[in-house]
C-alpha cells in the first residue's frame, strides 16, 4: 500500500489561532461587564419603586386623615383659628398645617425618637415605617371661585431619591 502524499498542511482539519481565542474572550468579558453594570443599577434602584410604593400610601393615609376633619375650627368657627399643639387635639384641617415630627406623640422600641418613622392618627409610630418622613402645608385658594384650602402631603424616605411622593387636595366647607 501506498501512502497519500503529503501536500501542504491538512485542510480538513481546522481550529482557532490562540490570537483569535484571546478576541474572543476579550468580547465576551466585555459584554459580561456590560451585563453586571447594568443589572447592578437595577438592583441599587429596585427598591426606589417600593419606597415609592409606601410613600404614596403614607401620604395618602394623612391626607385622608386630615380631609376627614371639619373645614372650619370648631373652637372659634373661623376657617383657621389658633392651631392645637397636639395630633391627638386636631379637630380642623388648618391644625396640620406645619405638622411636626410627622405626628407622633409616642416612640417605640423601632423608632426611638419622635418623629423617626411615620405614626397613626392617634400619633402612635408604625414601626414598619421607620425613616419615613411627612410633611403637611395648607394655603387658602380658591378652587371654580369657591374659598377654600389647598392641602399638600409630602410623604418621603431617607433611601428615596428625590424629595418624595407628594399628594394634593383642595377642601372647601361643607
Given at each position: ?106 416612640t417605640s422600641s423601632a423608632c426611638p425618637t419622635l418623629g423617626s ?58
Amino acid at each position: 500500500m501506498s501512502c497519500p502524499a503529503n501536500n501542504g498542511p491538512n485542510k480538513a482539519v481546522r481550529g482557532f489561532s490562540l490570537l483569535e481565542m484571546l478576541a474572543a474572550i476579550v468580547v465576551l468579558g466585555l459584554v459580561f461587564a456590560g451585563f453586571a453594570s447594568v443589572y447592578g443599577t437595577v438592583l441599587r434602584h429596585g427598591s426606589d419603586a417600593q419606597l415609592h410604593s409606601q410613600a404614596t400610601a403614607v401620604a395618602s393615609a394623612y391626607l385622608d386623615e386630615i380631609l376627614s376633619t371639619p373645614y372650619l375650627d370648631p373652637d372659634t368657627g373661623l376657617v383657621c383659628g389658633t392651631p392645637e399643639a397636639n395630633r391627638l387635639d386636631f379637630d380642623n384641617t388648618c391644625d396640620y398645617h406645619n405638622l411636626s415630627l410627622n405626628g407622633c406623640t409616642s416612640t417605640s422600641s423601632a423608632c426611638p425618637t419622635l418623629g423617626s418613622c411615620a405614626c397613626d392618627a392617634s400619633g402612635a409610630p408604625v414601626d414598619g415605617l421607620r425613616e419615613f418622613t411627612v410633611t403637611v402645608d395648607i394655603t387658602a385658594s380658591s378652587l371654580s371661585g369657591a374659598d377654600g384650602l389647598a392641602v399638600t402631603v409630602t410623604a418621603g424616605h431617607t433611601g428615596l431619591a428625590g424629595d418624595g411622593v407628594s399628594l394634593q387636595a383642595y377642601r372647601t366647607e361643607d
